[in-house]
């Protein structure tokens, strides 16, 4: 992230300014996942993770999860809400804590890379994409290609907003843009469109399969 994102997002989350945060698991989670064909205890990577009860719901299936957060206050938030005993280590850049199969990685996202990532079998985007500005998007495409491996499957929650309202974070992010962005390396289908909510958002539900050859 550029230093002034950092700045922001920790900004947001020291001063609770976190109405993107979803007090229940996401419903297209629960909904899509099942049929997603991620392989039964793969390791989910949740970019962006922030307190996410999506997480524990990984958990819940059997899937260990990693998640990556800037925000130390996030990951305190997180492992407080739950219950277990926390083991805490560093590597490289990150400060890790675990709590029964669920690892956060505080830190950058883009400076986790591909040796870190060696166990990783799928991914969950409900909140990541959308809270970087379209400088930083395709990068983030990108980075994600390289850390999962060819077959790789994921779930991506993208979200648009109203005509003309073009601020953010969440950015709007329209299925064009979804689609440029990811096709090159991931074999991309539209699950479903939600309602338009209240405040002129609507989300958009997408399956991900990591191009390449099989090992």
Not at 148 to 161: K, N
């Amino acid at each position: 992230m550029q230093q002034s994102e950092e700045n922001e997002w920790l900004a947001r989350w020291r001063e609770g300014r976190i109405g993107f945060h979803r007090d229940a698991v996401h419903p297209a989670l629960v909904r899509f996942w099942p049929s997603l064909g991620a392989p039964p205890g793969a390791k989910v990577l949740v970019p962006l993770c922030g307190k996410s009860l999506d997480m524990r719901w990984l958990a819940e299936q059997g899937h260990p999860v990693l998640g990556i957060e800037l925000a130390t206050d996030a990951i305190e938030q997180f492992v407080a809400d739950g219950s277990g005993e926390v083991s805490r280590y560093r590597q490289s850049d990150f400060d890790i804590c675990r709590q029964g199969s669920i690892e956060l990685w505080g830190g950058d996202f883009f400076h986790f890379h591909i040796q870190q990532a060696a166990e990783i079998g799928a991914f969950y985007d409900r909140a990541a994409l959308i809270a970087l500005p379209e400088a930083t998007r395709q990068r983030y495409a990108f980075h994600l290609a390289q850390l999962l491996p060819p077959g790789a499957r994921g779930l991506l929650i993208s979200l648009t907003r109203a005509p003309g309202d073009s601020g953010g974070p969440p950015y709007s992010v329209p299925a064009e843009e979804v689609r440029a962005l990811f096709e090159p390396n991931f074999e991309l289908t539209h699950l479903a469109d939600g309602e338009p909510e209240e405040n002129g958002f609507r989300e958009s539900v997408w399956a991900l399969k990591r191009r390449g050859p099989l090992a």
